[in-house]
Protein backbone atom coordinates (compact mmCIF):
# COMPACT_ATOMS: atom_id res chain seq x y z
CA UNK A 1 0.00 0.00 0.00
CA UNK A 2 0.83 3.76 -0.89
CA UNK A 3 1.72 5.32 2.26
CA UNK A 4 1.41 9.62 1.89
CA UNK A 5 2.14 12.04 4.44
CA UNK A 6 -0.95 14.32 4.90
CA UNK A 7 0.99 17.23 6.16
CA UNK A 8 4.29 18.18 4.58
CA UNK A 9 6.28 18.71 7.98
CA UNK A 10 7.42 22.19 8.77
CA UNK A 11 9.82 23.50 11.41
CA UNK A 12 8.66 24.83 14.83
CA UNK A 13 8.68 28.51 15.04
CA UNK A 14 9.92 30.17 18.13
CA UNK A 15 11.49 28.41 20.85
CA UNK A 16 11.79 24.96 21.00
CA UNK A 17 11.71 21.99 23.18
CA UNK A 18 14.82 21.00 21.17
CA UNK A 19 17.75 23.43 21.22
CA UNK A 20 20.23 21.18 18.79
CA UNK A 21 18.86 22.30 15.44
CA UNK A 22 19.23 18.02 13.85
CA UNK A 23 17.13 16.66 16.59
CA UNK A 24 14.66 19.50 16.07
CA UNK A 25 13.17 16.70 12.90
CA UNK A 26 13.84 13.71 14.92
CA UNK A 27 10.39 13.59 15.97
CA UNK A 28 8.77 16.46 13.81
CA UNK A 29 5.72 15.07 12.66
CA UNK A 30 4.84 14.26 16.18
CA UNK A 31 5.67 17.40 17.57
CA UNK A 32 2.45 18.65 18.13
CA UNK A 33 3.71 21.61 20.39
CA UNK A 34 2.64 24.45 17.73
CA UNK A 35 -1.13 24.10 15.93
CA UNK A 36 -1.94 21.08 13.93
CA UNK A 37 0.02 21.56 10.46
CA UNK A 38 -2.59 22.49 8.26
CA UNK A 39 -4.11 19.82 5.73
CA UNK A 40 -3.22 18.67 2.14
CA UNK A 41 -6.09 19.10 -0.22
CA UNK A 42 -7.41 16.21 -1.61
CA UNK A 43 -9.22 16.26 -5.08
CA UNK A 44 -13.17 16.08 -4.74
CA UNK A 45 -14.06 12.22 -5.91
CA UNK A 46 -15.76 12.56 -9.60
CA UNK A 47 -19.75 12.05 -10.21
CA UNK A 48 -19.33 8.53 -10.23
CA UNK A 49 -16.68 7.54 -7.14
CA UNK A 50 -17.38 7.09 -3.52
CA UNK A 51 -15.02 8.29 -0.82
CA UNK A 52 -14.21 6.16 2.07
CA UNK A 53 -12.05 7.50 4.63
CA UNK A 54 -11.26 5.95 8.32
CA UNK A 55 -9.72 6.62 11.25
CA UNK A 56 -8.67 3.49 14.20
CA UNK A 57 -9.49 5.38 17.24
CA UNK A 58 -6.48 2.56 18.99
CA UNK A 59 -4.09 4.46 16.37
CA UNK A 60 -4.34 7.58 17.75
CA UNK A 61 -3.16 7.80 21.18
CA UNK A 62 -1.50 10.97 21.39
CA UNK A 63 -3.33 12.97 23.97
CA UNK A 64 -2.40 16.49 22.54
CA UNK A 65 -3.29 15.64 19.29
CA UNK A 66 -6.68 14.78 20.65
CA UNK A 67 -6.39 18.31 22.52
CA UNK A 68 -5.99 19.79 19.53
CA UNK A 69 -8.88 18.32 17.35
CA UNK A 70 -10.94 19.47 20.22
CA UNK A 71 -9.67 22.82 19.55
CA UNK A 72 -11.04 22.18 15.93
CA UNK A 73 -14.51 21.44 17.27
CA UNK A 74 -17.40 24.26 18.04
CA UNK A 75 -18.47 24.44 21.42
CA UNK A 76 -21.42 22.96 20.88
CA UNK A 77 -20.17 19.62 19.61
CA UNK A 78 -17.37 20.00 22.40
CA UNK A 79 -19.90 19.68 24.43
CA UNK A 80 -21.22 17.08 23.22
CA UNK A 81 -18.08 14.85 22.68
CA UNK A 82 -17.70 15.35 26.58
CA UNK A 83 -21.39 14.24 27.33
CA UNK A 84 -20.23 10.79 26.24
CA UNK A 85 -19.65 8.51 29.50
CA UNK A 86 -15.70 7.26 29.22
CA UNK A 87 -12.85 7.59 27.23
CA UNK A 88 -13.19 5.49 24.64
CA UNK A 89 -16.61 7.00 23.95
CA UNK A 90 -15.70 9.97 24.06
CA UNK A 91 -12.49 9.39 21.84
CA UNK A 92 -14.70 7.96 19.10
CA UNK A 93 -17.17 10.77 19.08
CA UNK A 94 -14.23 13.34 19.07
CA UNK A 95 -12.70 11.56 15.97
CA UNK A 96 -15.98 11.11 14.42
CA UNK A 97 -16.20 15.12 14.67
CA UNK A 98 -12.24 15.53 13.71
CA UNK A 99 -12.68 13.06 10.37
CA UNK A 100 -15.93 14.97 9.17
CA UNK A 101 -14.26 18.38 9.17
CA UNK A 102 -10.82 17.83 8.26
CA UNK A 103 -12.09 15.39 5.25
CA UNK A 104 -14.84 18.43 3.97
CA UNK A 105 -11.97 20.82 4.36
CA UNK A 106 -9.57 19.13 2.36
CA UNK A 107 -12.11 19.33 -0.25
CA UNK A 108 -11.50 22.78 -0.27
CA UNK A 109 -15.13 23.17 -1.80
CA UNK A 110 -14.69 26.85 -1.02
CA UNK A 111 -11.44 27.37 -1.79
CA UNK A 112 -9.76 27.51 1.77
CA UNK A 113 -9.31 24.74 3.92
CA UNK A 114 -10.51 25.43 7.54
CA UNK A 115 -11.92 22.62 9.09
CA UNK A 116 -13.22 24.92 12.12
CA UNK A 117 -15.68 27.31 9.60
CA UNK A 118 -17.32 24.19 8.34
CA UNK A 119 -20.97 24.47 9.42
CA UNK A 120 -23.29 21.86 9.77
CA UNK A 121 -27.50 21.66 9.83
CA UNK A 122 -29.76 18.92 9.72
CA UNK A 123 -32.01 18.52 7.09
CA UNK A 124 -36.07 18.32 7.80
CA UNK A 125 -35.66 14.84 8.65
CA UNK A 126 -32.45 15.38 10.95
CA UNK A 127 -29.69 14.04 8.54
CA UNK A 128 -26.74 15.87 9.28
CA UNK A 129 -25.31 17.98 5.87
CA UNK A 130 -23.02 20.65 5.38
CA UNK A 131 -24.18 24.39 5.70
CA UNK A 132 -22.62 26.13 3.40
CA UNK A 133 -21.67 30.16 3.07
CA UNK A 134 -23.77 31.81 0.76
CA UNK A 135 -21.70 33.55 -0.81
CA UNK A 136 -21.74 35.88 -4.19
CA UNK A 137 -20.80 33.45 -7.03
CA UNK A 138 -20.37 30.43 -4.82
CA UNK A 139 -22.61 27.38 -5.99
CA UNK A 140 -22.51 25.06 -3.14
CA UNK A 141 -21.13 21.46 -4.24
CA UNK A 142 -23.37 18.73 -4.90
CA UNK A 143 -21.39 17.09 -2.14
CA UNK A 144 -22.76 13.93 0.01
CA UNK A 145 -21.69 12.55 2.87
CA UNK A 146 -22.29 10.10 5.81
CA UNK A 147 -20.39 9.29 9.06
CA UNK A 148 -20.61 5.79 11.00
CA UNK A 149 -18.85 4.72 14.15
CA UNK A 150 -18.11 2.63 16.72
CA UNK A 151 -15.52 2.52 19.28
CA UNK A 152 -12.71 0.95 17.46
CA UNK A 153 -13.73 2.01 13.96
CA UNK A 154 -14.51 5.90 12.69
CA UNK A 155 -15.48 6.12 8.98
CA UNK A 156 -17.17 9.00 6.29
CA UNK A 157 -17.87 8.13 2.73
CA UNK A 158 -18.21 10.83 0.20
CA UNK A 159 -19.87 11.19 -2.97
CA UNK A 160 -20.29 14.25 -5.10
CA UNK A 161 -24.42 14.38 -5.91
CA UNK A 162 -25.65 10.70 -4.88
CA UNK A 163 -27.12 10.57 -1.44
CA UNK A 164 -25.08 8.01 0.67
CA UNK A 165 -25.45 6.05 3.99
CA UNK A 166 -22.77 4.10 5.66
CA UNK A 167 -23.14 2.05 8.64
CA UNK A 168 -20.02 0.11 10.17
CA UNK A 169 -20.05 -2.48 12.90
CA UNK A 170 -17.33 -5.22 14.38
CA UNK A 171 -17.85 -8.34 12.68
CA UNK A 172 -17.92 -10.13 15.92
CA UNK A 173 -20.41 -8.24 17.20
CA UNK A 174 -23.01 -10.14 19.56
CA UNK A 175 -26.28 -9.38 19.80
CA UNK A 176 -27.65 -10.52 23.42
CA UNK A 177 -30.91 -11.66 22.29
CA UNK A 178 -31.13 -14.57 20.33
CA UNK A 179 -30.60 -14.11 16.53
CA UNK A 180 -33.75 -15.49 14.97
CA UNK A 181 -36.30 -14.05 17.25
CA UNK A 182 -34.63 -10.91 17.48
CA UNK A 183 -34.97 -10.67 13.42
CA UNK A 184 -38.40 -12.25 13.48
CA UNK A 185 -39.45 -8.86 15.64
CA UNK A 186 -37.78 -6.45 13.75
CA UNK A 187 -36.53 -7.77 10.38
CA UNK A 188 -38.57 -9.18 7.38
CA UNK A 189 -39.86 -12.56 6.48
CA UNK A 190 -37.79 -13.07 3.67
CA UNK A 191 -34.46 -12.00 5.87
CA UNK A 192 -35.56 -13.81 8.87
CA UNK A 193 -35.58 -17.09 6.16
CA UNK A 194 -32.24 -16.26 4.98
CA UNK A 195 -30.89 -16.20 8.80
CA UNK A 196 -32.29 -19.18 9.27
CA UNK A 197 -31.10 -21.35 6.20
CA UNK A 198 -27.61 -20.74 7.88
CA UNK A 199 -26.90 -23.85 9.89
CA UNK A 200 -23.49 -22.41 11.48
CA UNK A 201 -24.33 -20.03 14.05
CA UNK A 202 -21.10 -18.20 13.87
CA UNK A 203 -22.06 -17.88 10.32
CA UNK A 204 -25.84 -16.63 11.00
CA UNK A 205 -24.34 -13.89 13.37
CA UNK A 206 -21.83 -12.73 11.14
CA UNK A 207 -25.08 -12.69 8.12
CA UNK A 208 -26.56 -10.89 10.99
CA UNK A 209 -24.24 -8.07 11.37
CA UNK A 210 -23.86 -7.73 7.69
CA UNK A 211 -28.03 -7.52 7.14
CA UNK A 212 -27.76 -5.08 9.99
CA UNK A 213 -25.40 -2.66 8.69
CA UNK A 214 -26.59 -2.96 5.25
CA UNK A 215 -30.35 -2.46 6.06
CA UNK A 216 -29.08 0.80 8.41
CA UNK A 217 -27.14 2.34 5.45
CA UNK A 218 -30.11 1.87 3.50
CA UNK A 219 -31.95 4.46 5.97
CA UNK A 220 -29.29 6.74 6.63
CA UNK A 221 -28.57 7.06 2.24
CA UNK A 222 -32.84 8.13 1.93
CA UNK A 223 -32.21 10.42 4.74
CA UNK A 224 -35.70 10.38 5.74
CA UNK A 225 -35.36 9.27 9.27
CA UNK A 226 -35.68 5.92 10.96
CA UNK A 227 -39.85 6.34 11.51
CA UNK A 228 -40.08 6.46 7.48
CA UNK A 229 -38.59 3.43 6.71
CA UNK A 230 -38.63 1.10 9.57
CA UNK A 231 -36.85 -1.92 9.63
CA UNK A 232 -39.99 -4.17 8.65
CA UNK A 233 -40.59 -2.63 5.71
CA UNK A 234 -37.76 -3.34 3.52
CA UNK A 235 -35.76 -6.48 2.27
CA UNK A 236 -32.20 -7.06 1.94
CA UNK A 237 -31.62 -9.27 -0.53
CA UNK A 238 -28.60 -10.65 -1.06
CA UNK A 239 -28.09 -13.02 -4.10
CA UNK A 240 -24.83 -15.57 -3.81
CA UNK A 241 -25.07 -16.36 -7.75
CA UNK A 242 -22.51 -19.43 -8.49
CA UNK A 243 -22.02 -17.36 -11.24
CA UNK A 244 -21.76 -13.91 -10.18
CA UNK A 245 -17.71 -12.95 -8.72
CA UNK A 246 -19.49 -11.04 -5.57
CA UNK A 247 -22.84 -11.47 -4.20
CA UNK A 248 -25.31 -8.88 -5.81
CA UNK A 249 -27.28 -6.59 -2.92
CA UNK A 250 -30.71 -5.19 -3.30
CA UNK A 251 -33.40 -3.36 -1.67
CA UNK A 252 -37.41 -4.15 -1.97
CA UNK A 253 -39.85 -2.51 0.27
CA UNK A 254 -43.21 -3.88 0.89
CA UNK A 255 -45.38 -2.05 -0.05
CA UNK A 256 -44.08 -2.64 -3.83
CA UNK A 257 -42.57 -6.35 -3.82
CA UNK A 258 -42.56 -7.08 -7.49
CA UNK A 259 -40.39 -3.98 -7.87
CA UNK A 260 -36.92 -4.40 -6.58
CA UNK A 261 -36.32 -1.05 -5.91
CA UNK A 262 -33.41 0.09 -8.83
CA UNK A 263 -32.75 3.21 -7.33
CA UNK A 264 -30.22 2.34 -4.97
CA UNK A 265 -26.63 0.73 -5.06
CA UNK A 266 -25.10 -1.28 -2.15
CA UNK A 267 -21.68 -2.34 -1.22
CA UNK A 268 -20.47 -4.74 1.99
CA UNK A 269 -16.53 -4.39 2.49
CA UNK A 270 -14.66 -6.03 4.90
CA UNK A 271 -12.46 -3.60 6.69
CA UNK A 272 -8.97 -5.35 8.34
CA UNK A 273 -10.10 -8.34 8.58
CA UNK A 274 -12.51 -7.09 11.83
CA UNK A 275 -15.50 -4.97 10.67
CA UNK A 276 -18.15 -4.34 8.11
CA UNK A 277 -18.76 -1.74 6.16
CA UNK A 278 -22.40 -1.07 4.39
CA UNK A 279 -22.57 1.34 1.46
CA UNK A 280 -25.63 2.48 0.07
CA UNK A 281 -25.66 5.29 -2.89
CA UNK A 282 -28.14 6.48 -5.18
CA UNK A 283 -27.77 5.36 -8.67
CA UNK A 284 -26.76 8.11 -11.04
CA UNK A 285 -26.72 5.93 -13.75
CA UNK A 286 -27.82 2.66 -15.50
CA UNK A 287 -25.41 0.89 -18.12
CA UNK A 288 -27.44 -1.32 -20.73
CA UNK A 289 -30.46 -2.91 -19.36
CA UNK A 290 -31.10 -1.02 -15.89
CA UNK A 291 -27.77 -2.58 -15.11
CA UNK A 292 -25.64 -0.87 -12.77
CA UNK A 293 -22.18 0.53 -12.72
CA UNK A 294 -20.21 -0.54 -10.29
CA UNK A 295 -19.11 1.44 -7.61
CA UNK A 296 -15.82 2.95 -8.06
CA UNK A 297 -14.56 3.15 -4.49
CA UNK A 298 -11.34 4.68 -2.66
CA UNK A 299 -10.69 3.90 0.54
CA UNK A 300 -8.12 5.62 2.97
CA UNK A 301 -6.89 5.14 6.37
CA UNK A 302 -5.78 8.32 7.61
CA UNK A 303 -5.14 10.12 10.83
CA UNK A 304 -5.86 13.68 10.28
CA UNK A 305 -3.68 16.16 9.96
CA UNK A 306 -0.83 13.32 10.18
CA UNK A 307 -0.95 11.09 7.67
CA UNK A 308 -3.14 8.85 4.75
CA UNK A 309 -2.59 5.48 3.51
CA UNK A 310 -4.25 4.45 0.36
CA UNK A 311 -5.77 0.87 1.09
CA UNK A 312 -8.39 0.57 -1.53
CA UNK A 313 -7.09 -2.66 -3.83
CA UNK A 314 -5.33 -4.11 -1.05
CA UNK A 315 -6.61 -7.04 1.88
CA UNK A 316 -7.38 -4.18 4.25
CA UNK A 317 -10.26 -3.78 2.11
CA UNK A 318 -11.83 -6.74 0.46
CA UNK A 319 -15.56 -6.44 -1.21
CA UNK A 320 -17.72 -9.14 0.00
CA UNK A 321 -20.69 -7.92 -1.41
CA UNK A 322 -22.19 -5.51 -4.20
CA UNK A 323 -20.38 -4.63 -7.39
CA UNK A 324 -17.37 -2.39 -6.59
CA UNK A 325 -14.21 -1.66 -8.79
CA UNK A 326 -11.48 -0.23 -6.02
CA UNK A 327 -9.11 2.23 -7.04
CA UNK B 1 -9.67 -4.79 20.56
CA UNK B 2 -6.90 -3.59 22.30
CA UNK B 3 -7.75 -0.93 24.83
CA UNK B 4 -5.67 2.76 24.65
CA UNK B 5 -3.50 2.97 27.28
CA UNK B 6 -4.40 4.37 30.21
CA UNK B 7 -1.17 7.07 30.02
CA UNK B 8 -1.33 8.05 27.08
CA UNK B 9 -4.67 8.97 26.79
CA UNK B 10 -5.68 11.83 29.39
CA UNK B 11 -9.25 12.11 30.05
CA UNK B 12 -10.92 14.62 27.91
CA UNK B 13 -12.73 15.93 30.88
CA UNK B 14 -9.91 17.38 32.08
CA UNK B 15 -9.68 20.38 29.93
CA UNK B 16 -12.27 22.53 31.66
CA UNK B 17 -14.45 23.92 29.19
CA UNK B 18 -16.39 27.65 29.98
CA UNK B 19 -20.12 26.87 30.31
CA UNK B 20 -19.74 22.91 30.10
CA UNK B 21 -23.57 21.43 30.04
CA UNK B 22 -23.87 17.81 30.18
CA UNK B 23 -26.18 16.84 27.54
CA UNK B 24 -29.13 15.93 30.23
CA UNK B 25 -29.57 19.93 30.45
CA UNK B 26 -29.98 19.98 26.67
CA UNK B 27 -33.19 19.05 26.39
CA UNK B 28 -35.27 21.62 24.51
CA UNK B 29 -35.29 20.97 20.97
CA UNK B 30 -33.63 17.98 19.07
CA UNK B 31 -29.73 17.82 19.59
CA UNK B 32 -27.52 17.80 16.83
CA UNK B 33 -27.82 13.97 15.89
CA UNK B 34 -23.98 13.58 14.73
CA UNK B 35 -24.33 9.87 13.91
CA UNK B 36 -27.83 10.13 12.89
CA UNK B 37 -29.14 7.50 14.38
CA UNK B 38 -32.26 8.30 16.21
CA UNK B 39 -33.25 11.61 14.90
CA UNK B 40 -35.75 12.87 17.69
CA UNK B 41 -38.41 16.00 16.71
CA UNK B 42 -38.89 18.43 18.95
CA UNK B 43 -42.85 17.37 19.31
CA UNK B 44 -42.55 14.38 20.71
CA UNK B 45 -40.56 15.63 23.46
CA UNK B 46 -43.91 17.59 24.58
CA UNK B 47 -45.40 14.49 25.76
CA UNK B 48 -47.79 15.13 28.92
CA UNK B 49 -47.91 12.33 31.11
CA UNK B 50 -46.61 11.88 34.74
CA UNK B 51 -42.67 10.39 35.43
CA UNK B 52 -42.65 7.38 35.51
CA UNK B 53 -42.39 5.00 39.39
CA UNK B 54 -38.97 5.04 40.51
CA UNK B 55 -39.02 1.00 40.26
CA UNK B 56 -39.64 1.56 36.72
CA UNK B 57 -36.71 3.58 35.93
CA UNK B 58 -34.73 1.17 38.17
CA UNK B 59 -35.42 -1.62 36.08
CA UNK B 60 -34.87 0.21 32.71
CA UNK B 61 -31.49 1.43 34.12
CA UNK B 62 -30.74 -2.26 34.94
CA UNK B 63 -31.91 -3.49 30.87
CA UNK B 64 -29.83 -0.74 30.15
CA UNK B 65 -26.50 -1.52 32.11
CA UNK B 66 -26.93 -5.21 31.01
CA UNK B 67 -27.61 -4.50 27.51
CA UNK B 68 -24.42 -2.40 27.47
CA UNK B 69 -22.18 -4.43 29.47
CA UNK B 70 -21.98 -1.94 32.45
CA UNK B 71 -20.48 -2.29 35.58
CA UNK B 72 -23.05 -2.91 38.41
CA UNK B 73 -22.33 0.65 40.39
CA UNK B 74 -22.15 2.62 37.15
CA UNK B 75 -24.67 5.94 37.75
CA UNK B 76 -27.94 5.30 35.41
CA UNK B 77 -30.24 7.77 36.08
CA UNK B 78 -33.56 8.68 34.58
CA UNK B 79 -31.68 11.87 33.11
CA UNK B 80 -29.26 9.29 31.27
CA UNK B 81 -29.10 9.36 27.60
CA UNK B 82 -28.62 6.00 26.16
CA UNK B 83 -26.42 7.42 23.44
CA UNK B 84 -24.37 8.92 26.20
CA UNK B 85 -23.56 5.49 27.36
CA UNK B 86 -22.42 4.15 24.75
CA UNK B 87 -25.85 2.73 23.20
CA UNK B 88 -25.55 2.53 19.11
CA UNK B 89 -28.78 1.50 17.25
CA UNK B 90 -28.52 -1.86 17.57
CA UNK B 91 -28.23 -1.73 21.74
CA UNK B 92 -31.22 0.61 21.62
CA UNK B 93 -33.33 -1.70 19.98
CA UNK B 94 -32.02 -4.44 21.86
CA UNK B 95 -32.98 -2.54 25.18
CA UNK B 96 -36.25 -1.77 23.78
CA UNK B 97 -37.02 -5.38 23.04
CA UNK B 98 -35.69 -6.49 26.60
CA UNK B 99 -38.14 -4.01 27.80
CA UNK B 100 -41.01 -5.56 25.85
CA UNK B 101 -40.25 -8.86 27.33
CA UNK B 102 -39.72 -7.52 31.12
CA UNK B 103 -42.88 -5.86 31.32
CA UNK B 104 -45.04 -7.19 28.62
CA UNK B 105 -45.79 -4.85 25.96
CA UNK B 106 -45.16 -3.62 22.28
CA UNK B 107 -43.35 -0.80 21.41
CA UNK B 108 -43.95 0.63 18.29
CA UNK B 109 -40.85 1.48 15.94
CA UNK B 110 -42.34 5.40 15.81
CA UNK B 111 -42.38 5.64 19.42
CA UNK B 112 -39.01 3.78 20.01
CA UNK B 113 -37.96 6.36 18.00
CA UNK B 114 -38.19 9.01 20.56
CA UNK B 115 -36.58 7.30 23.18
CA UNK B 116 -33.41 9.08 24.28
CA UNK B 117 -33.04 8.67 28.06
CA UNK B 118 -34.04 6.47 30.58
CA UNK B 119 -36.99 8.23 31.54
CA UNK B 120 -38.28 8.47 28.57
CA UNK B 121 -38.73 4.65 28.20
CA UNK B 122 -39.54 3.96 31.88
CA UNK B 123 -42.65 6.73 31.36
CA UNK B 124 -43.41 5.05 27.64
CA UNK B 125 -43.46 1.45 29.71
CA UNK B 126 -45.77 3.44 31.91
CA UNK B 127 -47.98 4.82 29.57
CA UNK B 128 -48.09 1.20 27.43
CA UNK B 129 -48.44 -0.53 30.71
CA UNK B 130 -51.70 1.51 31.69
CA UNK B 131 -52.98 1.24 28.24
CA UNK B 132 -53.43 -2.96 28.65
Known sequence: HRRLPAVIPTPPVSASPFPNPKSQYCCLSRNFSAALTPLLPVQLPSRMETHLWYVVPDEVKSAPLLSKY??????????????????????????ARTLVRTT???????????????????????????????????????????????????????????????????KRRRTKNNILAFAKRYFTAHEVEHLNAIPDSELQQQEFIKLWTLKEAYVKALGKGFSSSPFNTFTIRVNTAAQQASSGIAVETLDSPQNLTNNWQFALL??????????????????????????KLTARKTIPSVEDELVSGTNAVVTIGGSVTQF | MAAA???????????????????????????????????VPAVSRLRISCAAKPETVEKVAKIVKKQLALPAETPVTGDSKFAALGADSLDTVEIVMGLEEEFHISVEEDSAQSIATVQDAADLIEELVQKK
Request: proline residues 7%; neutral net charge; charged residues 20%.
Open chain 1, 270 to 295: ELMGSHYVAICLERQETGGAGKAFPI
Open chain 1, 70 to 95: MELLPQSERDHVLGFRGDQLQKSALL
Open chain 2, 5 to 39: SASSFTSLKSRPAPGLATIAAVKSGAPLSFSFRRP
Open chain 1, 104 to 170: IARYQVDGHLDPRSLRFKRNIHGKPEVEWETKDGFCPPPLQFNISHTSSLVACGVTMNSLIGIDVEE
